[in-house]
T-cell receptor, first 116, second 110 residues
């Protein structure tokens, strides 16, 4: 299984809602990522989990809260979002190949989020 | 911003022609990767070139890397309509953080 799955595909939420995005992979990858992508822009890194521990937080507002319950799952909890948070949220995973060797990232299809 | 620059921003060609996209980056790197993204979907990894490599091939793809100029190019030969997508370069500095370029939107007309 060489797939990263994301649910839901689309999400519309109000600014007072609480929702969660889910990401799953069964490739045995120990690094997982959340990216945010606005239209016609490149993906911007939000968070990196390495061996289920948060290793990088790119100064993301606290209304985004990541969680890595186990090595296959990655969640992004959303609360009190703003309309400017509307974007495509991409999850990715990669294999740890040892010191100094970085592997390709496998991306999920994304969740299209609209905040009203 | 650490973001790389890609040019052209957009490229339109006919099927059968070659497409060349360029990527420039700002800092020393460990690896450079190229990804493809169909409209509104996830990214697909195309090729990875290490900083000590100068050229790499994969099928119809040819990637070059010039670390002295901090630049890379992606050549797609004999393009097909199915190659229509956005193409991004991405660099890393021996960390888990990938920095993506601004992207090139390629349109291949049948």
């Amino acid at each position: 299984d060489t797939e990263v799955t994301q649910t839901p595909k689309h999400l519309v939420m109000g600014m007072t809602n609480k929702k969660s995005l889910k990401c799953e992979q069964h490739m045995g990858h120990r690094a997982m990522y959340w990216y945010k992508q606005k239209a016609k822009k490149p993906p911007e890194l939000m968070f990196v989990y390495s061996y289920e521990k948060l290793s990088i937080n790119e100064s993301v507002p606290s209304r985004f809260s990541p969680e890595c319950p186990n090595s296959s799952l990655l969640n992004l909890h959303l609360h009190a979002l703003q309309p400017e948070d509307s974007a495509l949220y991409l999850c990715a995973s990669s294999q740890d190949q040892g010191t100094g060797i970085r592997a390709e990232q496998f991306f999920g299809p994304g969740t299209r989020l609209t905040v009203l | 911003s650490q973001q790389g620059e890609e040019d052209p921003q957009a490229l339109s060609i006919q099927e059968g022609e070659n497409a060349t996209m360029n990527c420039s980056y700002k800092t020393s790197i460990n690896n450079l990767q190229w990804y493809r993204q169909n409209s509104g979907r996830g990214l697909v990894h195309l090729i990875l070139i290490r900083s000590n490599e100068r050229e790499k091939h994969s099928g119809r793809l040819r990637v070059t890397l010039d670390t002295s100029k901090k630049s890379s190019s992606l050549l797609i030969t004999a393009s097909r309509a199915a190659d229509t997508a956005s193409y991004f370069c991405a660099t890393d500095r021996n960390t888990d953080k990938l920095i993506f370029g601004t992207g090139t939107r390629l349109q291949v007309f049948p």
